[in-house]
């Protein structure tokens, strides 16, 4: 019962606090606002189970993780998505949690949900069923969608980033993901012990959600706050401005959709192969396709068309390729011999040690110290 208590008081003290840093953030997103409702609901929870705990019952079972799945769909989404708008239609994800609120209301201080005594053949037997499956498909599917979006966003930043970094590629929200949802599978399989073996654990369900919950607090109140605008990124550089960008791609998708004439791909293609050479705008480390789009006057989705169909690669792929010809320029360069790797590196653009030396050993077929070693003995002999 104390371990619960701490958890609790140390929970609402987080979440309350996360929630504020994100709310207050500088510039916040539509996802930041997502995120920090969430983070307040979770403070709420455990407010009110420390009120249940130890003043009054207020409830016999929790309804508020109904909305926790909800909320990491639409944080991911409006993070990952450019142009997505909350529609009225969304609400109805939140349907399931506003009838388990209502049934809450009705069967207060009523033993509804009982894991002791689960089988147990009283009026509220089917509900334990519906209201168990329920919430184990609600985090179930919620989850799977979460992990499906993350994935394909980090396949899609690739036509439009020419470098990696967790800002935009969001592996730690994969992380959460994933643990939120193999903390609720613990949860389940802990309840689902106690209803067949009827023996208390040393660890109860309610301890490991909130203690998982109370993680979640911290992660979000360290990455969720330093977490940017993954479009902010792409733009943080244009010269007309996101707004400006999305109206014009709106404006052109009906030529879009007529595909690009062959000869203007062809154009664009040694327009901009002109422009790697005699530019080498891979040079800059946070180069991304908005800037190379504004450079050549070219329309964004007119110039991921070009790489993808005519050099038959992705934008990172692309730009990497010309980094990796530039060091090992450098490497066979005597006047580079006492630079490190590293500055070598970020001098070809690369902006990170681990991104350089893993796209170098995909494009080369070895490390780039083996590579310099090689090339060390070839001059010598």
């Known amino acids: 019962m104390e371990q619960i208590l701490y958890i609790l008081y140390i929970g609402f003290t987080q979440s309350l606090f996360a929630e504020l840093m994100i709310a207050t953030k500088r510039n916040p997103q539509v996802a930041d606002r997502i995120l920090a409702a969430w983070l307040f609901l979770i403070a709420i929870e455990m407010g009110f189970a420390l009120v249940n705990e130890n003043i009054i019952r207020l409830y016999e079972f929790v309804f508020i993780p109904f909305t926790y799945g909800p909320l990491l769909y639409f944080y991911i989404r409006f993070l990952t998505n ?12 939140f349907i399931p949690f506003l009838l388990v609120f209502a049934s809450a209301i009705v069967f207060r201080g009523k033993p509804v949900i009982r894991l002791d005594d689960f089988w147990s053949t009283d009026p509220f037997l089917s509900f334990r069923l519906i209201y168990g499956t329920s919430f184990f498909i609600s985090v179930t599917t919620y989850s799977v969608i979460a992990f499906v979006l993350i994935s394909r966003h980090q396949k899609n930043i690739q036509n439009l980033f020419s470098y990696t970094s967790e800002r935009i590629t969001l592996s730690w929200l994969k992380f959460v993901a994933i643990s939120f949802y193999v903390t609720y ?4 399989i802990l309840g689902v012990f106690v209803i067949f073996n009827k023996e208390s654990l040393p660890y109860n369900p309610t301890f ?3 203690f998982g919950l109370t993680l979640f607090a911290f992660a979000f109140s360290v990455y969720g706050f330093k977490q940017p605008g993954i479009f902010h990124e792409l733009y943080a550089r244009s010269r007309t401005g996101r707004r400006e960008v999305i109206e014009e791609k709106k404006a052109e998708s009906k030529y879009e959709r007529s595909g690009l004439k062959k000869e203007d791909a062809e154009e664009y293609r040694k327009r901009l192969l002109r422009y790697m050479k005699d530019k080498k705008p891979y040079l800059d480390g946070d180069l991304t396709i908005q800037d190379i789009s504004e450079q050549l006057d070219i329309p964004r989705h ?18 990497n390729e010309y980094r990796v010809e530039e060091v090992k320029k450098m490497l066979t360069d005597p006047e580079y011999q006492k630079y490190t790797l590293t500055s070598i590196a970020f001098e070809a653009g690369f902006n990170s040690k681990s991104s350089f030396n893993s796209v170098f050993k995909d494009l080369v077929g070895k490390t780039p110290t083996q590579f310099r070693e090689e090339n060390n003995l070839l001059q010598q002999v």
């Not at 450019?82 to 994800?93: A, G, I, R, Y």
């Not at 599978?185 to 389940?188: G, K, N, R, S, T």
């Not at 005519?310 to 934008?315: M, V």
């Open 82 to 93: 450019e142009e997505v708008k909350f529609h009225w239609t969304n609400w109805l994800h």
């Open 185 to 188: 599978i613990l949860v389940f």
């Open 208 to 210: 490991v959600s909130y």
């Open 302 to 319: 007119h110039l991921t068309q070009v790489i993808n169909e005519t050099l038959y690669k992705n934008f990172y792929t692309f730009i």
